[in-house]
């Protein structure tokens, strides 16, 4: 598949931050602080818990200690005193399973937790993204969101929402360059992808946003 550059400014695509919970179908942009982007995605605040699978970004740890969360690395961190579970997970996920697939994830988030998976793969994520997604739901965890993280997973410029049609196929249209030829048939094959409903494993990178189910 045809590697995807930007191409086009997207300063008309800048949006704040919104806050968890609220939907937004558009591409979001940020341009301030470190992980700006991330930043609409974690919402960090001081006094937030957070636990830390794998390795993120650099920038990502960074913004997490600027914003006052708790960080702690790796399963065998406590939770709270009082029984406080974590605000969010966040897990990188390069593999086939997460590393919370025989935990009982759920248990350990507070009663709106999040539990936020950066999936990759070296060039597309595959049937890996299905894999997560299945060991997700058996968890009792609902698909609140997932994005294309654009150009790179953990500095990215846009984040593009998967869930509607016409986020992606604009941002494609932005995207893909090159003769009129080639832009068509790209533009043709992708959307021949979104019909099958396969369009999201042939990206480099998926990140879902999950919710303890109620």
């Known amino acids: 598949m045809a590697e995807l550059h930007l191409h086009k400014d997207l300063e008309n695509s800048v949006r704040a931050p919104r806050k968890p919970g609220e939907t937004w179908d558009g591409i979001t942009?940020?341009?301030r602080g470190s992980a700006p982007v991330w930043r609409s995605l974690?919402?960090?605040a001081p006094g937030q818990r957070a636990m830390v699978l794998g390795e993120p970004g650099a920038e990502l740890l960074k913004l997490l200690k600027a914003s006052g969360v708790q960080?702690?690395?790796?399963l065998s961190a406590p939770r709270a005193v009082g029984g406080r579970g974590f605000d969010f997970i966040l897990e990188e996920i390069g593999g086939w399973s997460s590393?919370?697939?025989r935990e009982k994830a759920a248990a350990m988030l507070t009663e709106d937790g999040r539990w936020i998976v950066a999936l990759h793969g070296e060039r597309a994520v595959g049937l890996k993204s299905r894999i997560i997604l299945s060991q997700l739901r058996r968890q009792g965890f609902g698909?609140?969101?997932r994005?294309?993280?654009?150009a790179s997973l953990w500095s990215p410029e846009v984040l593009v929402p998967l869930e509607r049609n016409e986020p992606f196929d604009f941002f494609l249209r932005l995207i893909v360059g090159g003769g009129a030829m080639r832009r068509a048939a790209i533009l043709a094959a992708f959307q021949v992808l979104r019909r099958l409903g396969i369009?999201?494993?042939f990206l480099p990178n998926c990140i879902v946003v999950?919710?303890?189910s109620r």
Not at 71 to 74: C, K, L, P
Not at 147 to 150: E, M, R, S, T, V
Request: charged share 30%.
């Open 199 to 201: 369009h999201r494993e």
């Open 99 to 101: 590393r919370l697939h």
């Open 29 to 31: 942009s940020w341009t």
């Open 147 to 150: 994005y294309y993280a654009h």
């Open 42 to 44: 974690l919402f960090p």
């Open 210 to 212: 999950a919710r303890r």
């Open 71 to 74: 960080v702690e690395r790796g």
């Open 143 to 145: 698909i609140v969101d």
